[in-house]
């Protein structure tokens, strides 16, 4: 947990999923330079004479330590050989304010957990809370959804959250039926003086689909999200260089310090100027 600007902000949480190793990036620098046989690695240098099979294949990808890689990355600069590895980071935890900087970088593979699709509980928590804030707050609180984590400042946030919907309320003739799935309907006048019990059984029901769609607005950049990314080792390299600085913005620079602790020395020996 980290306090900035007055307010507790929890860090995010990393796992590097996949790697494809340096041994292909070795082996596309000296199809270039028609070198083989000069590697120090058995698996490339047996490519001069033999087209791998799965075995070599395997021993390629792990390869620990390449000094033409290490030359090319630091003496020639020639760093187009390492777009040939790829790392995948799970990535739990970061907000959307700092998936809105990593849409920036545009050499990646993102996929992110879907408002679309996952708001369902948020929006159950309002309609069982018929106009009741606090039933609202308490429920929502309890979903962990902020990477802030004053209580009293995320109790603004939902509260925020609560009046947003309950406008929309006001406003949407059919609210309930975009708001919950068509099985569910009936539950909410069955249940319309027990909250607990609707905001159970709508939890245990079939989900609206796409119940994000009409609701997008009510939520801030302040939200958790989770995503996986890909980024071969030249963007990678771009993405450390300009998010693990101090003229970031600090949520991002946090998630680019857990990306660069979860990945390999191999990796970084190759990006990362050792100080």
């Known amino acids: 947990m980290e306090n900035m ?16 190793g340096i041994g292909v990036a070795e082996s596309a620098a000296r199809t270039c330079y028609d070198s083989f046989y000069s590697s120090e690695n058995d698996a490339i240098k047996n490519i001069e004479t033999n087209m791998p099979d799965k075995n070599m294949c395997n021993e390629i990808n792990d390869i620990e330590d390449s000094q033409l890689l290490g030359e090319l990355a630091w003496t020639y600069f020639h760093h187009s050989i390492l777009e040939h590895a790829n790392l995948s980071f799970l990535i739990r935890g970061t907000s ?12 990646q593979a993102i996929s992110v957990r879907s408002t679309r699709y996952t708001m369902s509980s948020v929006i159950n928590a309002f309609v069982a809370s018929f106009g009741d804030k606090e039933f609202f707050i308490q429920k929502v609180l309890g979903f962990n959804m902020f990477v802030t984590s004053n209580e009293e400042y995320n109790r603004i946030e939902i509260g925020a959250m609560f009046d947003k919907l309950t406008y929309q309320e006001h406003k949407q003739d059919n609210f309930y039926e975009i708001s919950v799935a068509k099985s569910s309907l ?19 029901g079939k989900k609206k689909r796409n119940v994000g769609d009409a609701f997008k607005h009510i939520i801030s950049d302040n939200v958790k999200v989770d995503m ?32 660069m602790r979860v990945t390999p ?4 020996d190759l990006i990362i100027k050792q100080k």
């Open 5 to 20: 600007f007055g307010i507790d902000y929890a860090k995010p949480e990393v796992v590097l999923i996949q790697e494809t």
């Open 96 to 107: 959307r304010g700092v998936l809105q900087e990593h849409a920036r970088h545009r050499i």
């Open 186 to 204: 009936a539950f909410v006048e069955k249940f319309k003086d027990n909250s607990q019990k609707l905001f159970d059984t709508l939890q245990g």
């Open 228 to 259: 996986v990314v890909t980024f071969n080792l030249r963007s990678l390299k771009n993405y450390f260089n300009l998010r693990d600085n101090g003229a970031a913005f600090f949520q991002i620079r946090w998630l680019a310090q857990e990306m």
């Open 265 to 268: 020395k191999k990796y970084l």
